[in-house]
């Protein structure tokens, strides 16, 4: 069988994660998120934000972050804004807009939005109450395409964002990635601090399932277990999100399972770039993008499994390959072989 770069979700999950389930498999708890486990999560996440006055939100993937925190946030007439790379628009099936908000799509050469590109969008909707208001900035970090956002970008985000009266929320479904990328200089509490609403992904970073909601605006706070249950978010069994997020919130496992993800990544980006490829999007977490012909594409799949992802010529495409807190180092060792093999 042929590894698989295809995607940081092919594994089950963390073994002190399947520990933990087991050693309290036959321990009763009370239901919906109320249990031991997700308040003790619950208390990590807020030490690790630096937020205490934030709310936490267990929920088991990132469509259903997506979709339950942007149908709560948003009024019948206000839409969305986001990169064209982005999640809500390119893999949920339209879920946002299922719901009856309208998601703006930006072009943007690095996935990341910047003031001037939300700023285009709410130039062509003026003519209000004939067009919609557009109230909410959907950003990723890291992006689809791999880039992370800096600390001096999400700033000037909040600012704009607080200028025009628009909230600013992150999927941070590949979370961990961004924060461990080794040009990172934002933290969660950096997050937390210029953003209205994000989530951290377990479902990409060592857990079976789930994604721990924070709203930091505590306008959004009131009543949005309403939309959580109502969107069929709320698990009867929510000690199995609990207990993950518990164990992956400690002794900095979470963190620690995205530095493994992005540094076999990095040593795979090496070996493209000593061998003089050129690249979609420069990355530094567990995503990239070489671009080669498909000649060569077809050299690296006969032994390894990943996706085209976007054609740049005739000729050539760009692959994408993606790395877990799985990933061996030996896989990776001899992916880095194939690479330097590649035959004309």
């Known amino acids: 069988m042929k590894y698989s770069f295809k995607n940081d979700y092919s594994e089950g999950c963390h073994p002190k994660i399947l520990e933990a389930l087991l050693n309290t498999n036959l321990v009763q708890q009370n239901g919906y998120g109320l249990d031991d486990y997700c308040q003790s999560a619950t208390e990590k996440i807020l030490k690790l934000t630096n937020s205490p006055n934030s709310a936490v939100h267990f929920v088991s993937g990132g469509t259903q972050a997506n979709l339950i925190l942007i149908s709560a946030f948003l009024r019948p007439h206000e839409s969305a804004i986001s990169a064209a790379t982005g999640h809500i628009l390119t893999n949920e099936t339209g879920a946002i807009e299922a719901t009856g908000h309208k998601v703006h799509s930006v072009e943007t050469s690095d996935g990341k939005l910047k003031p001037k590109h939300i700023q285009g969008v709410i130039d062509l909707h003026q003519n209000k109450p004939h067009q919609l208001k557009q109230k909410l900035v ?150 990239i993008f070489p671009i080669l012909n498909q000649n060569k594409i077809n050299q690296l799949s006969e032994n390894f499994d990943f996706y085209t992802w976007r054609k740049i010529d005739s000729e050539n495409s760009a692959i994408r390959l993606i790395t877990s807190w799985a990933t061996p180092e030996s896989v990776t060792n001899e992916f880095c072989d194939a690479i330097k093999n590649l035959k004309n």
């Open 138 to 287: 959907y950003i990723s970090n890291s992006t689809e395409i791999g880039t992370n956002y800096f600390k001096e970008e999400l700033i000037n985000l909040s600012k704009f964002c607080k200028e025009n009266n628009l909230y600013l929320m992150m999927d941070g479904a590949r979370m961990g990635h961004a924060l461990m990328a080794e040009n990172n200089d934002l933290t969660l509490a950096d997050i937390a601090k210029y953003t209205d609403a994000f989530y951290l992904g377990g479902t990409k970073n060592g857990a079976l399932l789930g994604e721990a909601i924070v709203i930091n605006n505590p306008a959004l706070q009131e009543e949005f277990g309403f939309h959580i249950k109502q969107k069929g978010g709320m698990l009867a069994k929510g000690r199995l999100l609990g207990i993950q997020f518990d164990v992956l919130m400690t002794d900095n496992l979470y963190f620690d399972l995205a530095k493994h993800a992005n540094s076999e990544a990095m040593k795979i980006k090496k070996t493209f770039v000593d061998k003089g490829f050129k690249f979609l999007s420069d990355t530094f977490s567990n995503q």
